[in-house]
Protein backbone atom coordinates (compact mmCIF):
# COMPACT_ATOMS: atom_id res chain seq x y z
CA UNK A 1 0.00 0.00 0.00
CA UNK A 2 2.74 2.76 0.91
CA UNK A 3 5.59 2.90 -1.88
CA UNK A 4 8.49 4.73 -2.69
CA UNK A 5 6.86 7.57 -3.91
CA UNK A 6 7.37 8.95 -7.62
CA UNK A 7 7.26 12.65 -7.14
CA UNK A 8 10.80 13.91 -6.98
CA UNK A 9 9.86 17.39 -5.30
CA UNK A 10 8.16 15.64 -2.43
CA UNK A 11 11.22 12.98 -2.31
CA UNK A 12 13.84 15.53 -2.25
CA UNK A 13 12.46 17.89 -0.42
CA UNK A 14 11.83 15.08 2.38
CA UNK A 15 14.84 13.90 2.45
CA UNK A 16 15.98 17.36 3.26
CA UNK A 17 13.79 17.83 5.85
CA UNK A 18 13.48 14.99 7.80
CA UNK A 19 16.67 15.28 9.76
CA UNK A 20 15.93 19.13 10.90
CA UNK A 21 12.20 17.93 11.80
CA UNK A 22 14.04 14.77 14.36
CA UNK A 23 16.39 17.45 15.76
CA UNK A 24 13.43 20.32 16.23
CA UNK A 25 11.62 17.33 18.06
CA UNK A 26 14.92 16.92 20.18
CA UNK A 27 14.88 20.39 21.20
CA UNK A 28 11.25 20.37 21.84
CA UNK A 29 11.51 17.64 24.33
CA UNK A 30 14.85 18.57 25.90
CA UNK A 31 14.06 22.08 26.27
CA UNK A 32 10.50 20.98 27.98
CA UNK A 33 11.07 22.42 31.57
CA UNK A 34 13.01 25.50 29.98
CA UNK A 35 9.96 26.78 27.00
CA UNK A 36 6.98 25.82 26.01
CA UNK A 37 6.52 21.99 24.37
CA UNK A 38 7.54 18.72 26.69
CA UNK A 39 7.66 14.93 25.90
CA UNK A 40 4.27 14.58 24.35
CA UNK A 41 4.33 17.49 21.54
CA UNK A 42 8.00 16.71 20.64
CA UNK A 43 7.16 13.04 20.54
CA UNK A 44 4.62 13.81 18.25
CA UNK A 45 6.72 15.63 15.92
CA UNK A 46 9.14 13.20 15.98
CA UNK A 47 6.51 10.38 14.79
CA UNK A 48 5.61 12.90 12.18
CA UNK A 49 9.38 12.65 11.05
CA UNK A 50 9.28 9.03 10.27
CA UNK A 51 5.75 9.59 9.29
CA UNK A 52 7.07 11.71 6.34
CA UNK A 53 9.47 9.33 5.48
CA UNK A 54 7.79 6.53 5.00
CA UNK A 55 5.21 8.14 2.96
CA UNK A 56 8.23 9.79 0.42
CA UNK A 57 10.75 6.78 0.85
CA UNK A 58 8.64 4.31 1.29
CA UNK A 59 8.40 1.56 4.08
CA UNK A 60 11.62 -0.54 3.27
CA UNK A 61 13.79 2.67 4.05
CA UNK A 62 11.87 2.99 7.14
CA UNK A 63 12.14 -0.23 8.61
CA UNK A 64 16.07 -0.02 8.16
CA UNK A 65 16.28 3.12 10.56
CA UNK A 66 13.45 1.66 13.12
CA UNK A 67 11.86 -1.29 12.52
CA UNK A 68 8.41 -2.04 14.03
CA UNK A 69 9.31 -4.78 16.56
CA UNK A 70 12.09 -1.69 17.96
CA UNK A 71 9.17 0.96 17.79
CA UNK A 72 7.78 -1.97 20.14
CA UNK A 73 10.02 -2.35 22.29
CA UNK A 74 10.87 2.18 22.49
CA UNK A 75 7.31 2.50 23.68
CA UNK A 76 7.53 -0.23 26.40
CA UNK A 77 11.01 1.80 27.62
CA UNK A 78 9.48 4.91 27.35
CA UNK A 79 6.58 4.05 29.96
CA UNK A 80 9.73 2.14 31.98
CA UNK A 81 11.62 4.98 32.28
CA UNK A 82 8.24 7.22 33.20
CA UNK A 83 6.96 4.56 35.90
CA UNK A 84 10.19 3.81 36.68
CA UNK A 85 11.24 7.75 37.98
CA UNK A 86 8.24 8.21 39.88
CA UNK A 87 8.72 4.89 41.73
CA UNK A 88 12.36 5.64 42.33
CA UNK A 89 10.98 9.07 44.10
CA UNK A 90 8.20 6.43 46.31
CA UNK A 91 11.11 4.13 47.30
CA UNK A 92 13.05 7.35 48.39
CA UNK A 93 10.51 8.58 50.74
CA UNK A 94 8.57 11.13 48.88
CA UNK A 95 5.35 10.86 46.58
CA UNK A 96 5.05 9.69 43.16
CA UNK A 97 6.98 11.57 41.15
CA UNK A 98 8.06 13.78 43.98
CA UNK A 99 11.19 14.71 42.06
CA UNK A 100 13.05 16.39 44.71
CA UNK A 101 14.15 13.14 46.38
CA UNK A 102 16.08 12.44 43.54
CA UNK A 103 18.90 14.47 45.20
CA UNK A 104 19.17 11.55 47.54
CA UNK A 105 20.72 10.08 44.74
CA UNK A 106 21.98 12.60 42.18
CA UNK A 107 25.10 15.10 43.35
CA UNK A 108 23.30 17.79 42.95
CA UNK A 109 20.40 20.63 45.06
CA UNK A 110 17.03 19.16 45.25
CA UNK A 111 16.00 22.50 42.73
CA UNK A 112 18.65 20.86 40.24
CA UNK A 113 17.14 17.26 40.70
CA UNK A 114 13.94 18.48 40.21
CA UNK A 115 14.80 19.70 36.82
CA UNK A 116 16.46 16.49 35.82
CA UNK A 117 13.60 14.33 36.83
CA UNK A 118 11.35 16.52 34.65
CA UNK A 119 13.94 16.05 31.95
CA UNK A 120 13.87 12.03 32.48
CA UNK A 121 10.11 12.09 32.61
CA UNK A 122 10.21 13.67 29.18
CA UNK A 123 12.71 11.81 27.58
CA UNK A 124 9.98 8.79 28.75
CA UNK A 125 6.95 10.31 27.42
CA UNK A 126 8.62 11.46 24.16
CA UNK A 127 9.92 7.43 23.59
CA UNK A 128 5.97 6.26 24.18
CA UNK A 129 4.30 8.56 22.06
CA UNK A 130 6.55 8.56 19.50
CA UNK A 131 6.68 4.77 19.42
CA UNK A 132 2.79 4.21 19.80
CA UNK A 133 2.17 7.24 17.37
CA UNK A 134 4.74 5.37 14.64
CA UNK A 135 2.50 2.21 15.19
CA UNK A 136 -0.84 3.34 14.81
CA UNK A 137 0.02 4.59 11.70
CA UNK A 138 1.24 1.70 10.49
CA UNK A 139 -0.98 -0.53 11.28
CA UNK A 140 -3.38 2.17 9.90
CA UNK A 141 -1.98 2.31 6.88
CA UNK A 142 -0.46 -1.15 6.35
CA UNK A 143 -3.13 -3.15 6.58
CA UNK A 144 -3.41 -6.82 4.62
CA UNK A 145 0.47 -6.28 4.43
CA UNK A 146 1.58 -4.97 8.46
CA UNK A 147 3.01 -8.44 8.48
CA UNK A 148 4.76 -9.37 5.61
CA UNK A 149 7.24 -11.86 6.67
CA UNK A 150 4.49 -14.12 8.63
CA UNK A 151 2.07 -14.69 5.46
CA UNK A 152 4.99 -15.70 3.51
CA UNK A 153 5.76 -18.26 5.52
CA UNK A 154 2.17 -19.99 5.29
CA UNK B 1 67.87 -62.39 -29.78
CA UNK B 2 65.94 -62.88 -26.62
CA UNK B 3 67.81 -60.31 -24.91
CA UNK B 4 67.61 -57.51 -27.76
CA UNK B 5 63.80 -58.08 -27.79
CA UNK B 6 64.10 -57.77 -23.70
CA UNK B 7 66.46 -54.54 -24.33
CA UNK B 8 63.56 -53.19 -26.99
CA UNK B 9 61.33 -53.83 -24.41
CA UNK B 10 62.55 -52.13 -21.65
CA UNK B 11 63.40 -49.06 -24.05
CA UNK B 12 59.78 -49.29 -25.62
CA UNK B 13 58.49 -49.18 -22.02
CA UNK B 14 61.10 -46.22 -20.59
CA UNK B 15 59.86 -44.32 -23.68
CA UNK B 16 56.22 -44.74 -22.51
CA UNK B 17 56.51 -44.02 -19.17
CA UNK B 18 58.91 -40.92 -19.93
CA UNK B 19 55.86 -39.86 -22.17
CA UNK B 20 53.65 -40.13 -19.46
CA UNK B 21 56.14 -38.24 -16.93
CA UNK B 22 56.08 -35.20 -19.48
CA UNK B 23 52.12 -35.23 -20.03
CA UNK B 24 51.84 -35.81 -16.16
CA UNK B 25 53.62 -32.97 -15.82
CA UNK B 26 51.91 -30.85 -18.16
CA UNK B 27 48.31 -31.67 -16.65
CA UNK B 28 50.27 -30.28 -13.18
CA UNK B 29 51.88 -27.32 -14.36
CA UNK B 30 48.25 -26.52 -16.00
CA UNK B 31 46.51 -27.20 -13.10
CA UNK B 32 49.08 -25.42 -10.84
CA UNK B 33 48.93 -22.15 -13.30
CA UNK B 34 45.00 -22.18 -13.35
CA UNK B 35 44.80 -22.49 -9.26
CA UNK B 36 47.46 -19.51 -9.03
CA UNK B 37 45.14 -17.41 -11.67
CA UNK B 38 42.35 -18.56 -9.29
CA UNK B 39 44.13 -17.64 -6.17
CA UNK B 40 44.97 -14.11 -7.58
CA UNK B 41 41.41 -13.62 -8.78
CA UNK B 42 39.92 -14.61 -5.50
CA UNK B 43 42.85 -12.19 -4.03
CA UNK B 44 42.07 -9.04 -6.38
CA UNK B 45 38.59 -9.73 -5.80
CA UNK B 46 38.77 -9.85 -2.26
CA UNK B 47 40.70 -6.69 -2.09
CA UNK B 48 38.62 -5.11 -4.87
CA UNK B 49 35.58 -6.11 -2.03
CA UNK B 50 37.84 -4.20 0.64
CA UNK B 51 38.75 -0.91 -1.00
CA UNK B 52 34.84 -0.66 -2.00
CA UNK B 53 33.85 -1.22 1.97
CA UNK B 54 36.22 1.24 2.62
CA UNK B 55 35.24 3.42 0.71
CA UNK B 56 31.04 3.41 1.45
CA UNK B 57 32.47 3.65 5.42
CA UNK B 58 34.76 6.62 4.65
CA UNK B 59 32.34 7.94 2.78
CA UNK B 60 29.57 6.93 5.20
CA UNK B 61 31.55 8.11 8.10
CA UNK B 62 32.01 11.83 6.19
CA UNK B 63 28.34 12.35 5.87
CA UNK B 64 27.81 11.22 9.00
CA UNK B 65 30.26 13.93 10.43
CA UNK B 66 28.97 16.77 8.18
CA UNK B 67 25.26 15.91 9.14
CA UNK B 68 25.97 15.95 12.75
CA UNK B 69 27.84 19.04 12.57
CA UNK B 70 25.06 21.09 10.11
CA UNK B 71 22.08 19.62 12.69
CA UNK B 72 24.10 20.49 15.82
CA UNK B 73 24.71 24.02 14.20
CA UNK B 74 20.90 24.04 13.77
CA UNK B 75 20.15 22.93 17.81
CA UNK B 76 22.53 25.96 18.75
CA UNK B 77 19.92 28.08 16.89
CA UNK B 78 17.28 26.82 18.68
CA UNK B 79 18.79 26.04 21.75
CA UNK B 80 20.02 29.25 22.96
CA UNK B 81 21.44 28.08 26.04
CA UNK B 82 24.63 27.82 25.77
CA UNK B 83 26.31 26.39 29.58
CA UNK B 84 27.51 23.07 29.11
CA UNK B 85 24.54 21.30 30.00
CA UNK B 86 22.43 21.50 26.89
CA UNK B 87 25.20 21.40 24.28
CA UNK B 88 26.29 17.86 25.88
CA UNK B 89 22.20 16.93 25.58
CA UNK B 90 22.74 18.37 22.05
CA UNK B 91 25.46 16.65 21.02
CA UNK B 92 23.76 13.69 22.11
CA UNK B 93 20.96 14.36 20.17
CA UNK B 94 22.98 15.31 17.01
CA UNK B 95 24.80 12.11 16.99
CA UNK B 96 21.74 9.72 17.32
CA UNK B 97 19.91 11.49 14.83
CA UNK B 98 23.25 11.64 12.49
CA UNK B 99 23.53 8.02 12.72
CA UNK B 100 19.58 7.55 12.28
CA UNK B 101 19.90 9.74 8.97
CA UNK B 102 23.05 10.01 7.80
CA UNK B 103 22.21 8.92 4.10
CA UNK B 104 19.48 11.54 3.65
CA UNK B 105 21.31 15.25 3.59
CA UNK B 106 23.87 14.44 1.04
CA UNK B 107 22.43 11.85 -0.80
CA UNK B 108 23.17 13.01 -4.59
CA UNK B 109 25.60 15.78 -3.82
CA UNK B 110 29.24 15.72 -6.23
CA UNK B 111 31.79 16.28 -3.77
CA UNK B 112 34.41 19.15 -3.69
CA UNK B 113 32.28 21.67 -5.06
CA UNK B 114 30.19 22.15 -1.79
CA UNK B 115 31.74 26.11 -1.36
CA UNK B 116 30.79 27.47 -4.42
CA UNK B 117 27.83 25.90 -5.22
CA UNK B 118 26.90 27.51 -1.45
CA UNK B 119 28.13 31.22 -2.73
CA UNK B 120 26.51 30.65 -6.08
CA UNK B 121 23.20 29.65 -4.30
CA UNK B 122 23.61 33.17 -2.39
CA UNK B 123 23.98 35.20 -5.07
CA UNK B 124 21.37 33.63 -6.75
CA UNK B 125 18.39 34.54 -3.69
CA UNK B 126 18.91 38.03 -4.83
CA UNK B 127 18.10 38.16 -8.51
CA UNK B 128 15.02 35.68 -7.49
CA UNK B 129 13.64 38.43 -4.96
CA UNK B 130 14.48 40.59 -7.57
CA UNK B 131 12.40 38.24 -9.61
CA UNK B 132 9.58 38.26 -7.31
CA UNK B 133 9.30 41.62 -7.18
CA UNK B 134 9.06 42.27 -10.81
CA UNK B 135 6.33 39.59 -11.55
CA UNK B 136 4.23 40.83 -8.61
CA UNK B 137 3.99 44.25 -9.95
CA UNK B 138 3.17 42.35 -13.57
CA UNK B 139 0.28 40.28 -12.13
CA UNK B 140 -1.41 42.65 -9.76
CA UNK B 141 -1.22 44.83 -13.08
CA UNK B 142 -2.97 42.33 -14.84
CA UNK B 143 -5.37 41.44 -12.30
CA UNK B 144 -6.36 45.09 -11.50
CA UNK B 145 -7.11 46.17 -15.42
CA UNK B 146 -10.91 46.45 -16.18
CA UNK B 147 -10.53 43.51 -18.85
CA UNK B 148 -8.43 41.29 -17.24
CA UNK B 149 -6.17 39.98 -19.83
CA UNK B 150 -5.76 36.90 -18.49
CA UNK B 151 -4.73 33.52 -20.82
CA UNK B 152 -4.41 30.94 -18.37
CA UNK B 153 -2.07 27.65 -19.80
CA UNK B 154 0.05 24.38 -19.05
CA UNK B 155 3.40 24.87 -20.60
CA UNK B 156 5.87 21.77 -20.63
CA UNK B 157 9.22 22.06 -21.13
CA UNK B 158 11.99 19.65 -20.61
CA UNK B 159 14.95 20.48 -18.47
CA UNK B 160 18.88 19.97 -18.81
CA UNK B 161 19.22 19.59 -14.79
CA UNK B 162 20.28 16.51 -13.78
CA UNK B 163 20.28 15.91 -9.86
CA UNK B 164 17.27 16.24 -7.85
CA UNK B 165 18.13 19.45 -6.12
CA UNK B 166 18.65 21.73 -8.98
CA UNK B 167 15.63 20.45 -10.23
CA UNK B 168 13.45 20.96 -7.07
CA UNK B 169 15.22 24.08 -6.56
CA UNK B 170 14.09 25.61 -9.97
CA UNK B 171 10.70 24.19 -9.08
CA UNK B 172 10.56 26.10 -6.20
CA UNK B 173 11.63 28.81 -7.71
CA UNK B 174 9.24 29.17 -10.71
CA UNK B 175 6.62 28.30 -8.11
CA UNK B 176 7.84 31.14 -5.88
CA UNK B 177 7.21 33.43 -8.76
CA UNK B 178 3.72 34.97 -8.85
CA UNK B 179 2.24 34.01 -11.92
CA UNK B 180 2.96 30.42 -12.30
CA UNK B 181 3.27 27.32 -10.47
CA UNK B 182 5.08 23.95 -11.20
CA UNK B 183 2.43 21.10 -10.82
CA UNK B 184 4.62 18.53 -11.41
CA UNK B 185 7.90 17.10 -12.98
CA UNK B 186 7.74 13.37 -14.45
CA UNK B 187 10.70 12.22 -16.31
CA UNK B 188 12.60 15.69 -16.51
CA UNK B 189 9.58 17.28 -17.91
CA UNK B 190 8.23 20.26 -16.14
CA UNK B 191 4.35 21.07 -16.13
CA UNK B 192 4.15 24.87 -15.55
CA UNK B 193 0.56 26.44 -15.29
CA UNK B 194 0.94 30.03 -16.31
CA UNK B 195 -1.34 33.26 -15.55
CA UNK B 196 -0.97 34.91 -19.00
CA UNK B 197 1.27 35.02 -22.35
CA UNK B 198 3.85 37.20 -21.03
CA UNK B 199 5.25 35.02 -17.93
CA UNK B 200 4.91 31.84 -20.11
CA UNK B 201 7.50 33.66 -22.18
CA UNK B 202 9.40 34.87 -19.64
CA UNK B 203 9.70 30.75 -18.36
CA UNK B 204 10.18 29.71 -21.52
CA UNK B 205 13.08 31.90 -22.58
CA UNK B 206 14.67 29.91 -20.01
CA UNK B 207 16.91 32.00 -17.86
CA UNK B 208 15.94 30.69 -14.64
CA UNK B 209 17.20 27.66 -15.43
CA UNK B 210 20.33 28.75 -17.09
CA UNK B 211 20.79 30.47 -13.74
CA UNK B 212 19.68 27.05 -10.92
CA UNK B 213 22.03 25.38 -13.69
CA UNK B 214 24.86 27.52 -12.88
CA UNK B 215 24.61 27.55 -9.44
CA UNK B 216 24.89 23.57 -9.64
CA UNK B 217 27.95 23.69 -11.71
CA UNK B 218 25.60 21.52 -14.16
CA UNK B 219 26.04 23.88 -17.38
CA UNK B 220 29.67 24.53 -17.73
CA UNK B 221 30.48 22.02 -19.69
CA UNK B 222 27.99 22.76 -21.83
CA UNK B 223 29.77 26.40 -22.36
CA UNK B 224 33.34 24.86 -22.69
CA UNK B 225 31.68 22.84 -25.46
CA UNK B 226 30.33 26.32 -27.27
CA UNK B 227 33.11 28.00 -26.57
CA UNK B 228 35.70 25.54 -28.09
CA UNK B 229 33.92 24.88 -31.25
CA UNK B 230 35.29 21.62 -31.49
CA UNK B 231 34.24 20.50 -34.91
CA UNK B 232 36.92 23.13 -36.18
CA UNK B 233 39.40 21.84 -34.31
CA UNK B 234 38.87 18.27 -35.30
CA UNK B 235 38.94 19.47 -38.79
CA UNK B 236 42.12 20.82 -38.03
CA UNK B 237 43.68 17.87 -36.59
CA UNK B 238 42.72 15.72 -39.32
CA UNK B 239 45.07 17.85 -41.78
Not at chain 1, 50 to 79: D, M, N, P, Y
Not at chain 2, 84 to 96: D, E
Not at chain 2, 225 to 234: K, T
Request: with cysteine.
Amino acid sequence: MIRDSQDVIVKTLSRLLVPFMVIYALYVIMHGHHSPGGGFQGGVILAAGFVLLVVSHGLEQTRKRLSEKAAGVLSSIGVFIYAGIGALCLILGGNYLDYGKLSKLLPVVPAEARSLGILGVEIGVALAVMAVMFTIFLVIFTVGEFQEDDRSEK
Amino acid sequence: MEVTLLLEATENAFRIMEKARAHALGVLDTAVQFTGEQTRFMEEKRWQVLFAGAQRRKTRFQNFVGTALILFAFWMLLSGHFDPFHLTLGAICCIITAYLFHDLLFANVRVGDMRVVALRFLCYIPWLIQQIVLSNLHVASVVLRRKMPINPQIITFKTKLETDISSITLANSITLTPGTITMDIRDGVYYVHALDQKVADDLNAGEMEDRVAHIFMEADHLYVEDVLDAARIYDALRV
